[in-house]
């Protein structure tokens, strides 16, 4: 619904959680995989500069890149704590929707290497192993491990302050990943980056969010006193 030029945006909470996050996350899943398995039109190559050539390919680091869903999960469990969150919960929306159009008219094709050049011990190559069968080296700009890092991380700060700290550091070590892991390059970070900022901008000036006056500061949706 659309009130006086403003989007008005239904509360997240612990209670309804469940009937926004699914159907994103599917979305989200769904639209990837087929943006990144099918390309449309022929993929540009975004440029690896001097700095993507100096940064040390670090194998281990894969396990930070992968935590990047724990990430996402950690933010929509406590992405339920009032207005503030509620926003950026629609901005990681909007950014899904607004990666999926770009990815169809313009997509990336990023070389990575094979299983058989990475040198690591038996657990991390299996990872390796499920990261490279799973994920097409295609959908590389935006980098959408850091668009939604990043408003994830911002969830985090917004819904208490034990995650004041923690939750960038977290997002800032998957940022550094996926450049040491080679999944990505600095153009794609950067492009990720612009398009959390412009996401979290849209949500901040163009959304009001309707609170239901049973919620409490938890995320909580109580019973009305009969």
Same mark, same amino acid.
């Given at each position: 619904?659309?009130?006086?030029?403003?989007?008005?945006?239904?509360?997240?909470?612990?209670?309804?959680?469940?009937?926004?996050?699914?159907?994103?996350?599917? +979305?989200?899943? %769904?639209?990837?995989? *087929?943006?990144?398995?099918?390309?449309?039109?022929?993929?540009?190559? $975004?440029?690896? /500069? !001097?700095?993507?050539?100096a940064v040390p390919f670090l194998p281990g680091?894969?396990?930070?890149?992968?935590?990047?869903?724990?990430?996402?999960?950690?933010?929509?469990?406590?992405?339920?704590?009032?207005?503030?969150?509620?926003?950026?919960?629609?901005?990681?929306?909007?950014?899904?929707?607004?990666?999926?159009?770009? +990815?169809?008219? %313009?997509?990336?094709? *990023?070389?990575?290497?094979?299983?058989?050049?990475?040198?690591?011990? $038996?657990?991390? /190559? !299996?990872?390796?192993?499920?990261?490279?069968?799973?994920?097409?080296?295609?959908?590389?700009?935006?980098?959408?491990?850091?668009?939604?890092?990043?408003?994830?991380?911002?969830?985090?700060?917004?819904?208490?302050?034990?995650?004041?700290?923690?939750?960038?550091?977290?997002?800032?070590?998957?940022?550094?990943?996926?450049?040491?892991?080679?999944?990505?390059? *600095?153009?794609?970070?950067?492009?990720?980056?612009?398009?959390?900022?412009?996401?979290?901008?849209?949500?901040?000036?163009?959304?009001?969010?309707?609170?239901?006056?049973s919620a409490d500061g938890a995320g909580n949706?109580?019973?009305?006193?009969?």
């Amino acid at each position: 619904m659309i009130r006086n030029g403003r989007l008005v945006l239904p509360l997240v909470t612990v209670e309804n959680r469940k009937r926004y996050f699914w159907p994103a996350a599917f +979305f989200l899943y %769904f639209s990837y995989t *087929l943006t990144g398995a099918f390309a449309f039109f022929e993929p540009w190559h $975004p440029p690896h /500069t !001097a700095f993507d050539a100096a940064v040390p390919f670090l194998p281990g680091t894969i396990w930070i890149y992968l935590s990047h869903i724990a990430l996402l999960f950690t933010a929509w469990w406590w992405m339920v704590r009032g207005e503030a969150c509620t926003r950026a919960f629609w901005a990681m929306v909007m950014c899904a929707v607004l990666s999926t159009f770009y +990815f169809f008219f %313009f997509p990336t094709e *990023l070389p990575r290497r094979e299983l058989a050049d990475i040198d690591a011990g $038996p657990l991390t /190559t !299996a990872a390796w192993a499920f990261l490279l069968q799973a994920d097409n080296p295609t959908n590389s700009f935006p980098s959408m491990h850091i668009a939604e890092a990043t408003i994830g991380m911002v969830a985090l700060v917004r819904s208490h302050p034990h995650w004041g700290w923690l939750a960038p550091v977290w997002a800032g070590a998957i940022a550094i990943s996926t450049l040491t892991t080679e999944q990505h390059v *600095l153009v794609d970070v950067v492009g990720g980056l612009a398009l959390a900022a412009f996401c979290l901008l849209v949500s901040e000036r163009f959304t009001d969010v309707v609170v239901p006056a049973s919620a409490d500061g938890a995320g909580n949706e109580t019973p009305a006193t009969p």
